[in-house]
C-alpha cells in the first residue's frame, strides 16, 4: 500500500509516467476501504491466528481478501486528465487492460457499475479508486484460485456464506487454469493495447524509500488501522 501511494506521489510532482504494476500480497491481506470500520469488516481474531494481515487503503470501496495463492492485485497511477473525468467512466477505462488481457486467453469479462468484473454473472474482479493532486490512484483484484471459504471465513458480511457464494467467483472455478506468470504476462499485454507501449522498470530507490516511510508510518500503525 505504501508503494502505491508512493507512486501516486511521485506522479503529482511529475518525476514518474503513468504507471501500471501487478503484485501479490504475502502473507494473504485483507485490505478495507478507507471509510470502513476495521472490526466490522473482518474477523481479526481468525486472521492473528492464521498469520494474515490487514490494511486500510487510502482508496474507498469494500473489504477484499487477497490470497497469496491465488489472486493478482493490479494498480494504476494516472494523470486525471489522461482519464475520464466522470468516475464510473474513469472505472471502466482504467479496467480496460484487465478485460483486454483476459480476452487474449478467450475469457470475456463483463464491466459491471460501479466498479467489477464478472464472469459468468458472478464477480471476479473488484477495484477501488481515489484522486489526489491530480492524479488517479486505482487498484483492484483479479481472483484466478482465491480460495472461497477462506474468504467467507474471514470477510464480516451480512448473510456472507449465501452472498458471496452467490456474487462471487474465480477462474479455476469457471474451468479457466493459468498460471499466475502466464495470467501478468497477458494482463500486461492488454494494458499495453489499451494505453500503448509501456517500459518495464524496477521499483526505484526513491520509490521504495517513499513506500517504506509511509508503511512505517502510516500503514503498520494500530492508529491507521483503526481508525474507524
Known amino acids: 500500500m505504501g508503494l502505491d501511494e508512493s507512486l501516486l506521489l511521485l506522479r503529482a510532482k511529475d518525476i514518474i509516467p503513468d504507471t501500471f504494476r501487478f503484485y501479490s500480497f504475502s502473507p494473504s491481506c485483507v485490505s478495507i476501504g478507507y471509510f470502513q470500520s476495521l472490526k466490522s ?104 484460485n482465491t480460495n472461497i471459504e477462506s474468504m467467507e471465513r474471514i470477510l464480516r458480511i451480512s448473510d456472507k456464506k449465501i452472498e458471496i457464494k452467490k456474487r462471487v467467483t474465480t477462474l479455476a472455478n469457471e474451468g479457466y487454469n493459468f498460471g499466475k506468470q502466464e495470467l501478468i504476462k497477458n494482463l500486461k499485454d492488454g494494458f499495453e493495447e489499451i494505453y500503448g507501449e509501456s517500459k518495464e522498470e524496477k521499483v526505484s530507490k526513491e520509490e521504495l524509500s517513499i513506500a517504506r516511510k509511509l508503511s512505517k508510518e502510516k500503514y503498520e500503525t494500530k492508529e491507521w488501522n483503526n481508525k474507524r
Do not use: W
Not at 61 to 79: A, K, L, P, Q, R
Not at 91 to 100: A, D, M, P, Q, V
Not at 116 to 133: C, E, H, I, M, Y
Open 41 to 144: 469488516s473482518i474477523d481479526i481474531d481468525y486472521c492473528n491466528r492464521n498469520n494474515i494481515d490487514y490494511v486500510r487503503r487510502i482508496t474507498g470501496g469494500g473489504n477484499v481478501f487477497h490470497d497469496c495463492s491465488g489472486e493478482i492485485t493490479y494498480s494504476v497511477v494516472m494523470c486525471e486528465k489522461n482519464a475520464p473525468e466522470n468516475i464510473l467512466d474513469s472505472f471502466e477505462y482504467l479496467y480496460g487492460g484487465i478485460i483486454k488481457g483476459l480476452k487474449k486467453l478467450n475469457i470475456n469479462v463483463e464491466f459491471k457499475p460501479l466498479n467489477d468484473l464478472v464472469l459468468n454473472s458472478r464477480k471476479l474482479s473488484g477495484s477501488a479508486q481515489t484522486r489526489k493532486l491530480g492524479v488517479i490512484l486505482q487498484h483492484g483484484t483479479l481472483m484466478y
